[in-house]
């Protein structure tokens, strides 16, 4: 798959996200709070730098730097996500996924080579939960040939990829494919690594708000394949 409208290895070119990033690197930075910034880094493991702005005042200053703005299409999204990932403080990259989320049902398949490049690039739970389940979801739900491509992630090499599929039927509810879902858990159910375990936990869990008995029913002809952490996560509100 290609990027639509892709004309460099950074992505396609737009007039509208260079009016935003314009915006956005002007406005952020006048709320910037270094004190706070180091305290949310610390709590991101240091996965890379802050400006400091607490969530509600971020999203404002989103709605300030947004208006007037014209709806996007899909090459203003992927162009003003990757100008966003290059930028080193993490609220810019909130600030995209918040604007790739809602825009989302203007983007096509070829929307997914974006995602998985802003999903494992300096990947963390913050970014990449949000956009297994409110970007990459939505992509799936809206065209069934990237089912495949769900399940090629699923034993993908990179955990955040991995996780991804995991959680990309978060919101699906009753349109949960549950036979996929319970497969990519079993899949998984080895790994050493507590965000894949989480994940599976969280999943599972997910789903037994819609279908409690099922969830119950494949756990306990599974469970002895699952890391405690899973089981936990999984039967949290619905009991063994």
């Given at each position: 798959?290609?990027?639509?409208?892709?004309?460099?290895?950074?992505?396609?070119?737009?007039?509208?996200?260079?009016?935003?990033?314009?915006?956005?690197?002007?406005?952020?930075?006048?709320?910037?709070?270094?004190?706070?910034?180091?305290?949310?880094?610390?709590?991101?493991?240091?996965?890379?730098?802050?400006?400091?702005?607490p969530t509600p005042e971020r999203r404002a200053l989103s709605r300030?730097?947004?208006?007037?703005?014209?709806?996007?299409?899909?090459?203003?999204?992927?162009?003003?996500?990757?100008?966003?990932?290059?930028?080193?403080?993490?609220?810019?990259?909130?600030?995209?996924?918040?604007?790739?989320?809602?825009?989302?049902?203007?983007?096509?398949?070829?929307?997914?080579?974006?995602?998985?490049?802003?999903?494992?690039?300096?990947?963390?739970?913050?970014?990449?939960?949000?956009?297994?389940?409110?970007?990459?979801?939505?992509?799936?739900?809206?065209?069934?040939?990237?089912?495949?491509?769900?399940?090629?992630?699923?034993?993908?090499?990179?955990?955040?990829?991995?996780?991804?599929?995991?959680?990309h039927q978060l919101g699906y509810k009753e349109r949960t494919d549950?036979?996929?879902?319970?497969?990519?858990?079993?899949?998984?159910?080895?790994?050493?690594?507590?965000?894949?375990?989480?994940?599976?936990?969280?999943a599972l869990r997910q789903y037994a708000r819609t279908d409690p008995?099922?969830?119950?029913?494949?756990?306990?002809?599974?469970?002895?394949?699952?890391?405690?952490?899973?089981?936990?996560?999984?039967?949290?509100?619905?009991?063994?």
């Amino acid at each position: 798959m290609t990027v639509t409208g892709a004309s460099t290895p950074e992505g396609p070119r737009s007039p509208l996200a260079d009016t935003v990033l314009a915006r956005l690197t002007a406005a952020y930075p006048t709320a910037a709070d270094p004190e706070r910034a180091a305290a949310m880094r610390a709590y991101m493991k240091d996965v890379g730098p802050f400006l400091g702005l607490p969530t509600p005042e971020r999203r404002a200053l989103s709605r300030t730097v947004l208006a007037g703005t014209p709806r996007p299409d899909e090459a203003d999204c992927a162009a003003i996500a990757l100008s966003c990932w290059a930028l080193p403080e993490r609220e810019y990259r909130y600030f995209a996924v918040d604007y790739v989320r809602r825009h989302v049902g203007r983007c096509s398949a070829g929307f997914l080579p974006v995602a998985r490049r802003l999903i494992t690039t300096d990947p963390w739970w913050d970014t990449v939960d949000l956009l297994a389940a409110h970007v990459v979801g939505p992509l799936v739900a809206a065209d069934p040939r990237l089912v495949a491509e769900m399940d090629a992630w699923i034993g993908d090499d990179d955990l955040w990829v991995a996780r991804t599929a995991l959680l990309h039927q978060l919101g699906y509810k009753e349109r949960t494919d549950a036979d996929r879902l319970f497969a990519y858990c079993l899949r998984q159910s080895g790994h050493p690594d507590f965000f894949i375990r989480k994940a599976i936990g969280w999943a599972l869990r997910q789903y037994a708000r819609t279908d409690p008995e099922a969830v119950r029913a494949f756990l306990a002809r599974e469970r002895g394949r699952f890391a405690p952490l899973s089981v936990r996560e999984a039967l949290k509100h619905v009991g063994d």
